[in-house]
C-alpha cells in the first residue's frame, strides 16, 4: 500500500520477531525499547509497543501501555482490533491512529518521538499520536530531492481539496451560480445538459456511486482481471450512460479528476474518509450552493479542531500554530534546515543535530599558467 519509487523496498510480514529484526537494523540504539504485552484471553496474541528511549514523551508511553491493558476482549487477530479499541474518536470518520506497513517509515517516526505498537500476526503497525498533516506525507518525500518532494506535496494538498470538493463545487455552480460560469462555457454546458433527466446533483450521486462500486470491484476481484475489469467496466460504462443520456459528458470528467485526485492520497484510510464525506459535501452543494459548501467546510474544521490524538491536537502545528514545524507541512525543507523535531511531539530531546553544515559548490584547482 506505501509503495515508493525509490527508497526501502521491504515491508513488515505476520511474524512480531522479523518485524522487530527489520525495526533493530535501522535503529542499532541501546535506546530501542520495546515492551511485551499479551491481550486476548483466547488468542494470548503478543503486543509490542516500540519507542526511543530519551526522545519520546514519557506521557505517551505511559498512556499507550494504560490503555492496552485496558483492553479484555477474547482475541485480537489484527492490529485494526486495537486501533478501535485505543481510539480517541471511534465516531469520527477521520482516523486518530497511523497504520505502517514499511519498517523504515516506523523507524523515522520513532526518531520523531513517536510510539509504534506491533502486533503479532499482523503486518501493519501503529504510530501513535497522529496528526492530520502525517496522512498526507509519503516516504518518498524524504527519499527525493528535497525541491521535488516539497512540489509534489504541494500538489498533494492542492489534491486532496480537489477530491473532497470538486464534484460538490461543479453541482453547486451549476444548480445556483450560473452567473460565475464564463457565458461560452455556460452555453456549452446547457446544452449538453439539456436532455438529461436528473438535476446536477443526482446526475453527480449516480456517477460517484457507480465509480465507488467499480474500484471496490476492482480491489475484490483476483489480481490477474481486477484492473482491466475496472478499466474496461468504466469506459464502457460511461459510453453507455452518456450515450443513453442519463449524465453529461462534462459530470463524467469532473467524476474522473475526482478519483484521479484521490488516488494521490497516501494514505489509505484518509482516502477513505474522503470518499465517504463527498456525498455529504454534493447533497449540500445540491440544497444550498456553494453557502451549503461553506457550511460544511466549517464543521468540518471545527470537528478537526476538536480532535485530540493521546492528548495532541489533531490540526497542529496548523492549529495550534507552531512556526518551526510548519517548514514540513505543505513543503519539505532540506535536510541541513531540519535539525531539530517537530514540537508537536513534545520530544524530550527536540535537538535532531548539533548543526548539519549546508552543502557548499565544489571547488576546483585552476591549472597554473
Known amino acids: 500500500m506505501e509503495s515508493v519509487v525509490r527508497g526501502p523496498q521491504e515491508g513488515f510480514t505476520e511474524s512480531l520477531q ?14 530501542v525499547k520495546v ?13 509490542a509497543p516500540v519507542y526511543i528511549q530519551g526522545i519520546v514523551k514519557p506521557g505517551f508511553v505511559e498512556e499507550c501501555r494504560e490503555r492496552l491493558q485496558r483492553i479484555n476482549v477474547d482475541s485480537i487477530l489484527d492490529s485494526e482490533y486495537i486501533e478501535e479499541l485505543i481510539d480517541d474518536a471511534p465516531f469520527s470518520p477521520f482516523p486518530t491512529i497511523e497504520y505502517t506497513e514499511r519498517p523504515d517509515r516506523l523507524a523515522a517516526e520513532a526518531l520523531q518521538g513517536r510510539v509504534g505498537i506491533i502486533v503479532d500476526g499482523s503486518p501493519n503497525a501503529l504510530l501513535v499520536p497522529a496528526i492530520f498533516v502525517n496522512f498526507l506525507q509519503s516516504p518518498e518525500d524524504y527519499f527525493e530531492r528535497y525541491t521535488m518532494a516539497a512540489a509534489v506535496r504541494l500538489l498533494r494538498h492542492l489534491f486532496f481539496w480537489m477530491a473532497l470538493l470538486l464534484p460538490a463545487t461543479y453541482v453547486a455552480l451549476l444548480s445556483y451560480h450560473q452567473e460565475m460560469i464564463p457565458t461560452t462555457l455556460l452555453m456549452t454546458r446547457m446544452s449538453t445538459h439539456e436532455q438529461i433527466p436528473f438535476p446536477s446533483v443526482v446526475e453527480a450521486l449516480i456517477m460517484e456511486i457507480t465509480f465507488e462500486a467499480l474500484r471496490e470491484a476492482g480491489i475484490r476481484l483476483p489480481k490477474a482481471v481486477g484492473q482491466s475489469v475496472s478499466i ?8 453507455a450512460a452518456v450515450a443513453a443520456g442519463i449524465v453529461s459528458p462534462a459530470m463524467v470528467i469532473i467524476v474522473a479528476l475526482t478519483g484521479i485526485a484521490s488516488f494521490t492520497i497516501p494514505s489509505y484510510n484518509i482516502a477513505i474518509t474522503l470518499r465517504i464525506l463527498r456525498f455529504p459535501m454534493t447533497i449540500m452543494a445540491g440544497v444550498l450552493g456553494l453557502y451549503g459548501i461553506i457550511i460544511a467546510v466549517l464543521i468540518l474544521w471545527t470537528h478537526l479542531v476538536s480532535l485530540r490524538s493521546f492528548g495532541v491536537p489533531y490540526l497542529s502545528p496548523i492549529a495550534p500554530f507552531m512556526w518551526p514545524d510548519i517548514k514540513d507541512v505543505f513543503t519539505r525543507p532540506p535536510w541541513w534546515q531540519m535539525r ?16 548539519i553544515p549546508k552543502p557548499l559548490p565544489g571547488q576546483t584547482e585552476q591549472d597554473p599558467p
Do not use: F, Q, W
Open 18 to 31: 522479523t518485524n522487530l529484526g527489520l525495526i533493530r537494523r535501522r535503529l542499532k540504539s541501546p535506546r
Open 340 to 355: 531539530h523535531r517537530p514540537k508537536t511531539m513534545e520530544s524530550v530531546d527536540l535537538t535532531r543535530s548539533a548543526g
Open 232 to 239: 474496461v467496466g468504466a469506459l464502457v460504462i460511461d459510453e
Open 35 to 47: 515492551e511485551y504485552m499479551t491481550l486476548g484471553r483466547v488468542s494470548k496474541t503478543t503486543v
